[in-house]
């Protein structure tokens, strides 16, 4: 038996106890710290919630800008589709007006052309030279000579003959006149024959150094003892 001075000690093992109680001492002391930390930056006039709020306003706001770019660089991009189309438009209404206006030129020409041959403005009957016109050739100083003659409606026998031409102007400083026979290109003569209008044509290749003035023309009528002779300012026309 035990003796009174021996006495036995009987401790309880709880680790399970240990181990919650350490880990509630850590948590503890984690929350103490991170609050601490926290009441130090808004005592220093920053909070971490704060600034998570403040990024997320942030973020927010960027996307509302970026759709709100896009949606104006959208409407950018049909404003100029629309404006091209427009323009594109506006050339097109331009040219047709153009073409118009040309032929409407071009159908007074023939109006005012034909209105001569049957009703002439002096009231005269007869052959007469209607129009000519001096085009670019084919090749420099070349030029084609278009001469256009008329005979009044009323008149039922037909016209013909030969037309000359002849040009004038400077060469080395001197007045100069150059005959068809000595620039023209082809055939010398220029025969018509018609009964109420008829346009001939010849090409005639100028000198370097001649400087033209005016187109003189001369129709020579194969039933008649005058001629027609008429005189024009040298004008290159395009068409």
């Not at 959208?74 to 007006?97: G, I, M, N, P």
């Not at 001649?210 to 194969?222: C, D, G, S, T």
């Not at 003892?225 to 040298?234: D, K, L």
């Amino acid at each position: 038996m035990p003796t009174d001075t021996q006495r036995l000690i009987v401790k309880r093992h709880a680790p399970i106890r240990a181990a919650l109680v350490w880990a509630i001492v850590v948590v503890g002391g984690i929350a103490c710290l991170v609050g601490a930390f926290e009441a130090g930056g808004i005592r220093a006039g920053y909070s971490l919630l704060a600034a998570q709020l403040d990024r997320r306003a942030k973020a927010a706001q960027i996307e509302e800008l970026t759709a709100q770019l896009r949606s104006t660089q959208a409407r950018l991009a049909e404003a100029e589709v629309a404006r091209r189309v427009d323009r594109e438009a506006y050339q097109q209404v331009e040219k047709s007006l153009a073409d118009f206006e040309a032929r409407l030129s071009s159908q007074s020409q023939e109006l005012t052309f034909y209105r001569g041959i049957v009703n002439p403005s002096d009231g005269l009957a007869g052959l007469r030279i209607q129009r000519l016109q001096i085009l670019p050739g084919i090749a420099p100083h070349r030029f084609r000579v278009r001469l256009v003659l008329i005979q009044a409606a009323r008149q039922d026998a037909v016209a013909s003959g030969t037309a000359d031409l002849s040009v004038d102007g400077q060469r080395g400083g001197r007045a100069v006149n150059l005959p068809l026979a000595q620039i023209g290109t082809s055939s010398n003569s220029l025969n018509f024959s018609f009964r109420y209008f008829q346009e001939v044509e010849t090409e005639i290749e100028l000198p370097e150094d001649f400087l033209p003035e005016r187109v003189v023309v001369e129709v020579r009528p194969a039933k008649a003892t005058a001629s027609i002779r008429q005189t024009y300012p040298w004008k290159i026309e395009t068409t």
